[in-house]
């Protein structure tokens, strides 16, 4: 049972454009929502996270959208660029007591340039 | 400052075979983990443990032993390997407290013939 589904599988965007990845949980317990970011041959990093007493969450180029009675949270990547051609995932948690993430599906998001 | 290393990076095994897929981590962090990366799935927790001594189950523990004797590694054992154990194994680690970010290594990729 795949508590935290993920989508598109894959994304083609051109330099410049905006990419959106979107996340859904089942959990109303969850409490911690980060996205990781994962280069080939490389772990995931910790990219950008948010907690659900906020609705958006903006780091530089990297937004996190949250709609908790949806239950449903999106990455919006603005002026995308090559560079950010990378496997996306997003994870849930609840916050207290040990890290145990349970990660979406991955998105691999290529950016044409 | 190394982070979270594993080793080793590539492995083939015969089904039956055991071995230990080595984790050390140099940032004195409580938490540490394993995930197992497969396609379409994106990362399921296996074991956990939140200090020297302590160890936990994840989603997908069959198969696989943990033991935590200090604070820097955290070996993960395939006692009897089977083909369903094809993945590519990540351990990750992370302070106690909330909202610490996990700390991956770059991952061991094992194929199970």
């Known amino acids: 049972q795949q508590q935290v589904k993920q989508s598109p599988q894959s994304l083609i965007v051109q330099k410049g454009g905006i990419s959106i990845i979107n996340c859904a949980y089942e959990?109303?317990?969850?409490?911690?929502f980060p996205w990781y970011q994962q280069f080939p041959g490389k772990g995931p990093a910790l990219l950008i996270a948010?907690?659900?007493?906020?609705s958006e969450k903006k780091e530089g180029r990297f937004t996190i959208s949250f709609n908790k009675s949806a239950k449903q949270f999106s990455l919006h990547i603005m002026d995308s660029q090559p560079g950010d051609s990378a496997t996306y995932f997003c994870?849930?948690?609840?916050?207290?007591?040990?890290?145990?993430?349970?990660f979406g599906q991955g998105t691999r998001l290529t950016i044409n340039p | 400052n190394a982070g979270v290393t594993q080793t080793p990076k590539f492995q083939v095994l015969k089904t039956g075979q055991s071995m230990t897929l080595q984790c050390a981590q140099d940032?004195?962090?409580?938490?540490m983990s394993w995930y197992r990366q497969d396609p379409g799935m994106g990362l399921r927790l296996i074991h956990y443990s939140v200090g020297a001594g302590i160890t936990d189950q994840g989603e997908v523990p069959n198969g696989y032993n943990v033991s935590r004797s200090t604070t820097e590694d955290f070996p993960l054992r395939l006692l009897s390997a089977a083909p369903s154990q094809t993945s590519v194994y990540f351990c990750?680690?992370?302070?106690?407290?909330?909202?610490?970010?996990?700390?991956f290594g770059n991952g061991t990729r094992l194929t199970v013939t």
């Open positions: 990750a680690s992370s302070r106690r407290d909330s909202n610490s970010p996990l700390h």
């Open positions: 994870a849930a948690d609840i916050i207290q007591g040990a890290q145990k993430l349970v």
């Open positions: 948010i907690r659900p007493d906020v």
């Open positions: 959990n109303t317990a969850f409490d911690y």
């Open positions: 940032m004195n962090h409580e938490y």
